[in-house]
């Protein structure tokens, strides 16, 4: 296959609705300005590098962009090709956001609606020399419009969403601002492809007993003659076979003696294989596909429901072992995803150092690219992969069948050979929009979007991986009986974090749980003008940066009094100063995600996993992120580090006793010593053992009263610290930053 990049020399210009509509396919018809354009990009950027647009994350300068959702914007370049196009000459789209007509040499050649997978369009009219590509985006937000479907229901701002696969989240979300911008976000290549060739390979572990069964199904374009071939070793072990090809698609067992196996994060190592699938036709190579792959199964054994007296299961296996996850909400990188790319490295360094295992893709953002999954498979870290749906209920029409299903399949081909991904998610809260926010009671089985097209694509493409409907999934009897599934999301109330909703909550695995906190001072100067820095009652700039896509009105505007009083459960008062209130702020974040944590921790075995919410945010705002957009760490994010590392010593209060755990993801036991002192008094010293993947009750004392515990331990590897803030607010400012300071916190 010959591929050609075809990312240099764009132009953009940007037409008012009317003009963009009665446009006749002539680029100097358009008497718009013409701007260089960068792709991948997104055409908001091209005016803000032009100077035409301030800094969209400054102040409330994303506001200023409404009147400009309903322009359409056009990008053309020329490029030039070697020779002329035949059949097999086609243009590639990574991504194009969102709705696009596809214009070569003045002949439209495709149409687009999905900003979410690539877009192969056949260019047998490229010439020979210089040839003239145009792509008109158009608005989404009047394309919606023009779809009449009163079943489909949102959150306020987000019904565009429903009717075009664009992200959710660019039309206002309470992580993003609405910026419902466009443009050729990933790359764009001309392909000339090898007649004989390998369409698609899916390599998929079977069986793992003392070795392991694979199976190869592959689809080729192949004449007569022709073998196909696939070879893999991962150091030592290799595997092999080779078939006549009899078919366009086939499926061939592959046999591997003693296979070194792929492991989720602290439970043994991501081995990967370096595999290579190869079309032979007459003696010679026709075409090949390489990859890495990981030789492992995955199992979810849920429950239907789930109570205080009976609680529910929710327990993921790798390997036929049981696994305790420990992960984060994985939401875009940048509000303007062709940005990614350049910040994603240093996020998912983040990943790995607080301690994570697991990421889940949320729904209302995009599915990552092959770095992503890469890294993931390269470092064992458990990827829960929702398809791109959330907080809705869709609509159930024809036509958004057809595109969800080519969305699923093309999703699931690029995808699917991956170890890491280890749970197809249908939607983030749509069963739940159904039953309680849009639906009137309705019945979130009568989504055939998840309950028919998703899984039916899958059954097909995949099969090697579970799938679950929903997050949270309310299965027929949870709808019938009123009853709650085993795996939540528990935002609730909101109040004090170790109240009686956050303590006595009956789940057994949690994908969304989070809290507030305040950026630092330094950060927060970089996006709020001078002038609003503070006060927080009242400030528009506050509100946007909530994000609050205006203020009136808006599901989001409660969120910066949120924070005022997430402060005020726990010292009392509300502060006055800028600086401390992002100090104090801080601190009750931190405090909330690491009782969050250690609770669960605490019960491994009753419970089986923790996703909190969420780790980085992806524009300048006052978030729930325990890393700001800048990538300056919150007080939070310290925290979450110590509570995830592989082997702590935590407490917690059960019954009245208050319990010191021993907590490991270490795959071997380990002996440990340890003390427990309070205001620099020892109230607890001993010796124990840390059992492998299990939390062990050391000791129980007495807890009464606001106290701030100090945990100190050896082992044979070295040393470690944690702390644990028992008793009820109120706590004093003064006080608790004084125990932190002996704890060596500050």
């Known amino acids: 296959m010959e591929q050609k990049s075809i990312t240099d020399g764009w132009e953009i210009k940007v037409v008012p609705r009317e003009r963009g509509e009665a446009w006749d396919g002539s680029w100097t018809s358009l008497t718009e300005r013409s701007l260089p354009a960068t792709v991948p990009g997104d055409w908001i950027l091209d005016y803000v590098r032009a100077g035409l647009f301030p800094d969209p994350y400054f102040g409330d300068n994303f506001v200023k962009l409404y009147p400009y959702e309903r322009y359409h914007v056009f990008y053309r370049t020329v490029f030039y090709a070697e020779r002329g196009g035949d059949e097999e000459t086609f243009l590639l789209f990574d991504g194009i956001d969102t709705i696009a007509d596809i214009y070569l040499n003045g002949k439209k050649i495709g149409h687009t609606e999905n900003m979410f ?62 910026i419902v911008g466009g443009g050729i976000w990933k790359e764009v290549f001309l392909v000339r492809k090898n007649k004989q060739r390998i369409e698609n390979v899916f390599l998929r572990t079977r069986e793992i007993k003392r070795n392991a069964t694979l199976s190869l199904r592959y689809a080729v374009q192949a004449g007569e003659d022709c073998e196909i071939a696939v070879e893999g070793r991962c150091g030592e072990s290799t595997f092999s076979a080779r078939e006549k090809v009899t078919s366009d698609c086939g499926e061939m067992e592959i046999m591997v003696s003693s296979p070194k196996l792929w492991w989720v ?90 301690g994570c295992n697991a990421l889940r893709v949320w ?55 991956h170890p890491s991904l280890c749970l197809w998610a249908g939607d983030n809260e749509c069963d739940v929009a159904y039953r309680k926010w849009f639906g009137g009671g309705l019945d979130p089985a009568d989504n055939r979007l998840t309950r028919e097209v998703i899984p039916g694509v899958l059954r097909t493409e995949d099969g090697s991986r579970p799938y679950l409907p929903s997050s949270p999934y309310l299965s027929p009897e949870a709808v019938k009986n ?30 969304e749980i989070g809290y507030h906190g305040c950026p630092s001072v330094r950060s927060i100067k970089r996006f709020i003008p001078e002038e609003k820095l503070w006060n927080y009652k009242g400030n528009a700039m506050w509100l946007y940066h909530a994000s609050s896509p205006d203020l009136f009105d808006s599901p989001y505007t409660y969120r910066i009094g949120l924070m005022a009083r997430q402060i ?26 690491k009782y969050f944590i250690e609770s669960f921790r605490c019960r491994m075995g009753e419970r089986s996993g923790l996703i909190w919410w969420n780790l980085i945010d992806c524009w300048p705002q006052f978030s729930d992120a325990v890393v700001d957009y800048y990538f300056c760490k919150k007080l939070a994010y310290r925290y979450i580090t110590v509570s995830q590392q592989p082997l702590c010593l935590m407490m917690d209060k059960f019954n009245g006793k208050l319990t010191l755990f021993a907590v490991s993801d270490l795959d071997e036991d380990r002996e440990i010593e340890y003390t427990v002192t309070v205001s620099g008094r020892e109230v607890a010293k001993g010796k124990g053992v840390a059992r492998a993947h299990r939390s062990i009750a050391l000791c129980s004392m007495k807890g009464r009263g606001r106290k701030f515990f100090v945990i100190r331990w050896k082992t044979p590897e070295g040393e470690g610290k944690n702390h644990f803030l028992l008793g009820r607010p109120l706590f004093a400012e003064k006080w608790y930053k004084e125990q932190m300071r002996i704890f060596g916190e500050k």
């Not at 398809?387 to 699931?412: G, H």
Request: net charge positive; aromatic share 14%; charged share 30%.
């Open 265 to 354: 994060r602290g439970y043994g190592q991501p081995d990967l294989y370096d595999v290579t699938v190869t079309l032979i036709c007459k003696g010679e190579v026709a075409d090949e596909k390489v990859f890495r792959y990981g030789i492992r199964t995955v199992e979810l054994i849920a429950g239907s429901v789930t109570t205080k007296e009976k609680r529910g299961r929710f327990d993921f296996f790798i390997n036929g072992k049981m696994i305790y996850i420990k992960g984060t909400n994985w939401v875009p990188c940048d509000a303007f995803h062709s940005r990614d790319k350049e910040r994603m490295p240093a996020i998912l360094d983040l990943v790995w150092d607080c």
């Open 568 to 593: 005020g459960y726990f010292f009392g008062y509300k502060p006055r100063s800028l600086e401390r209130f992002s100090e104090m702020s801080q601190i009750t974040q931190a405090e909330a995600k």
């Open 117 to 178: 997978v690539e877009h192969q369009i056949k260019a047998s009219g490229t010439r020979k020399g210089e040839n003239e590509l145009i792509v008109h985006l158009l608005p989404v937000v009047t394309e919606a419009e023009k779809i009449k479907d009163p079943s489909a229901k949102a959150f306020k701002y987000n019904v565009p969403a429903l009717y075009f696969r664009k992200a959710t989240h660019t039309f206002g979300w309470d992580i993003c601002p609405r």
């Open 482 to 511: 009123g009853l709650s599934a085993p795996e939540q999301h528990l935002w609730g109330p909101r109040k004090y974090f170790k109240g009686k909703f956050y303590r006595n909550n009956t789940a057994t695995f949690v994908s």
């Open 363 to 417: 729904g209302g953002g995009v599915y990552e690219s092959d770095y992503f999954y890469d890294w993931c498979d390269e470092r064992g870290i458990f990827v829960w992969q929702d398809f791109m749906m959330a907080c809705a209920i869709y609509p159930q029409t024809d036509r958004m069948k057809s595109q969800l299903s080519d969305e699923v399949r093309k999703v699931t081909r690029r995808l699917r050979n």
